[in-house]
């Protein structure tokens, strides 16, 4: 019986996936020999800090130096350019009838690549933080905060869900072990997959829960 959901956010509670990958082209548009690779980049690695993206950025595809002062100017701004677009994007169908309808039914959590701090803002100005127990980004990665919400809540693997729509997701529900429900925009249909399933949006998620045992 499934006893908690854990959800990645961006492109799993709020359509905002592609307003991150057009701030990344924004961030380094003086560089137009080096943003497609860069793009292409965070496209393949969606779900990690965007910090650790900024160092590979700097280290292997403008090999330049980034001290720590410029790395934190970088975070700023790419905060800025998105963080308007994001409290003005859509919910994932199916998020906030899930969140809203089934809080009682579940402990519902986030484990997230955004920074920690911009993260539960964003979840305050959408006004949907009361119906999570509990919030976290980076710099902690997901493996690291799936263990903690698990031993913390005396949850068992098998009891715990994990919702997510980048590779970092699969692998982070892999290493932790728990059953993995991809998020994929452009599926046709539902599907299952090895310790887990695929699906479109998140209209279907109370029936694949309610599924699981």
């Keep these: 019986m499934i006893k908690a ?3 990645d956010f ?6 905002s996936s592609d307003i991150k990958t057009e701030a990344f082209r924004e961030l380094f548009s003086a560089y137009p020999d080096s943003v497609g690779e860069i793009v292409e980049y965070h ?4 779900g990690i800090s965007r ?12 090999k330049r130096s980034l001290s720590e002062k410029e790395e934190l100017e970088l975070g700023d701004m790419f905060s800025e350019i998105v963080l308007k677009k994001v409290l003005e994007a859509p919910f994932v169908p199916g998020a906030f009838e899930f969140l809203s309808g089934e809080n009682s039914s579940y402990d519902f959590f986030i484990a997230s ?13 959408r006004n949907i933080n009361t119906y999570f127990k509990e919030a976290h980004g980076s710099p902690k990665t997901k493996p690291v905060i799936i263990r903690d919400i698990l031993s913390r809540y005396c949850l068992k693997k098998k009891e715990v869900v994990y ?3 980048a590779e970092s997701d699969r692998l982070a529900a892999k290493e932790t072990d728990v059953f993995f429900i991809e998020r994929k925009a452009d599926l046709k249909e539902d599907s299952n997959r090895e310790n887990g399933c695929m699906v479109k949006d998140l209209r279907s998620i109370k029936e694949i829960l309610k599924s699981l045992k």
């Design 5 to 7: 959901v854990i959800f």
């Design 10 to 15: 961006d492109g799993v509670i709020l359509e």
């Design 43 to 46: 496209l393949a690695n969606a």
């Design 51 to 62: 910090y650790v993206k900024f160092r590979y950025f700097y280290e292997n595809i403008l």
């Design 113 to 125: 690549g955004t920074p920690e701090e911009e993260l539960r803002h964003i979840m305050r100005e």
């Design 163 to 165: 919702i997510g729509d």
